[in-house]
DNA sequence: AGACAAATTCTCACATGGAGAACAGATCAT
DNA sequence: ATGATCTGTTCTCCATGTGAGAATTTGTCT
């Protein structure tokens, strides 16, 4: 899963490292890049104007950008799953019925990504944005996925990406996980006591088609509105139902 | 804006057409690949290493595709757009007012990108993905945005795209769009009717921001609920207002 | 098991990427 | 305006890295 290459094409990697480059910094100038990247100018201007000629960078005056061409890209993966199809409506009906933050949230190379977000009314307004990526171990959409993937999946994960901390509660150590774990296997969905952020709590329930996990989703709320007996909470019941709909309309699909 | 690189990276441009060709054909084998784009297959096998390395490409078995990477760099560069935050939740109101089908679109490269889309109670069930491209003479919303470009970039867009016709009522001669669009601005809407699908009709308000147009929202419907006397339609007033409130609040950002 | 198909690795000749310098174009201060 | 200065673009040539093709390994089907 996650092999080094063998063989890398060094200049594909230059032209990655400046994708990388300017995504991080949201654009910036051959200079900058040259001065950042201890490149010389005319290698980058030769890498940007090859990707801006295919279409994967624009240049406004004379800082170079990506272009919206990785969100249409982007955009066509999500729309050509299946999974989306069928979660997407029942995402906002969620939020609605809540009034909360639901996410849909899928797995991919060890971390949660977010395939959609629905507020309700008086959702928290939270940084994420469709197609952000999260660590699996400090979220609760997150324990809900690894809780139905194999241990060795899991291992691979933790291999990776390690345990770490991002707020106090964060879990940090395997026991502690695969102990979270066996209790989510039996509640049937995952709970995230500010482990990822403090004052937030979330709950999540997995998807499974085919008896394997195909996602999670999950509600997000401020602390005060998540009572401390997690499994009486309304939006447990509201999570069961809609992942129990989207399982059964994925049959038709 | 369309320039050649005068030094194009080969390597980086080998990598870009197998990104292509993933996408197109949504993930391949090796030996597809080098069948079709007559490269050998160590080329491709290094390629899709190193792009698989840094997280773009992921494989399944035998199969290489196109990692959600794109979706996080893409849904990032969104996230980061100032119209984009402002739009978002009036393009949900107005779908909800309208009941119908309700976009946010920008230009880049002389196409329009699609940012948001909120459908209503009653909306058509349209082909479109947030981020999908679409040609801007033969929609209502490019024409919006046209008719408020200098005329120099309109030349350069039509130069580079040409005046594709999608149905038989597209608008496919200089003449005809540069009279429409004057119509369009003296009018402060643009209108299609069926110029990019049978059977529907959209109508489209421009966004501006110290006088440069900035993008447009549109609604689509079907022809039979989108009246022939086009400026009596109650979406007209709809979308005036709904654009006249994002230019102000983004003025607030 | 055996046979077949596909991916992966290896090696070396030669295409090609990129450093550095020269050039052109923009921006700014005087 | 005019020149100074900064940044992007083009050019040239040699060390580097790419990729064809064969060899090997891995995986799959009968």
Redesign the pocket.
């Known amino acids: 899963m996650e092999?080094r290459?063998?063989?890398?094409?060094?200049?594909?990697?230059?032209s990655l490292t400046l994708i990388d480059e300017l995504n991080r910094r949201g654009g910036a100038?051959?200079?900058?890049l040259?001065d950042e990247l201890?490149?010389?100018?005319?290698?980058?201007?030769?890498?940007?104007?090859t990707l801006e000629e295919h279409g994967f960078v624009v240049?406004n005056?004379?800082?170079y950008e990506l272009s919206l061409r990785f969100l249409d890209i982007g955009g066509q993966l999500r729309s050509e799953m299946d999974v989306y199809r069928v979660a997407e409506p029942q995402v906002e009906a969620l939020a609605e019925e809540s009034g909360e933050l639901v996410h849909f949230v899928v797995e991919e190379g060890g971390e949660g990504v977010y395939l959609c977000r629905a507020k309700g009314e008086r959702a928290v307004d939270l940084d994420t944005y469709v197609g952000c990526r999260h660590p699996m171990h400090s979220s609760a959409f997150g324990k809900a996925i690894l809780s139905h993937l194999p241990d060795q999946r899991v291992e691979e994960i933790i291999d990776r990406h390690g345990l770490p901390s991002v707020t106090p509660k964060t879990i940090t150590s395997r026991d502690e996980l695969y102990d979270t774990l066996e209790r989510t296997r039996e509640r049937g969905f995952a709970v995230d006591d500010e482990e990822r952020l403090e004052g937030l709590r979330c709950i999540a329930a997995p998807i499974r088609f085919d008896s394997e996990v195909i996602g999670a989703i999950s509600i997000s709320a401020p602390t005060a509105r998540i009572d401390d007996d997690w499994a009486e909470n309304e939006f447990v019941e509201q999570l069961r139902r809609t992942a129990n709909v989207i399982e059964l309309n994925k049959y038709k699909v």
């Open positions: 092999k290459a063998k063989h890398p094409v060094r200049t594909t990697e230059k100038r051959i200079t900058t040259a201890s490149m010389g100018k005319s290698a980058i201007h030769n890498h940007l104007s240049k005056g004379n800082t």
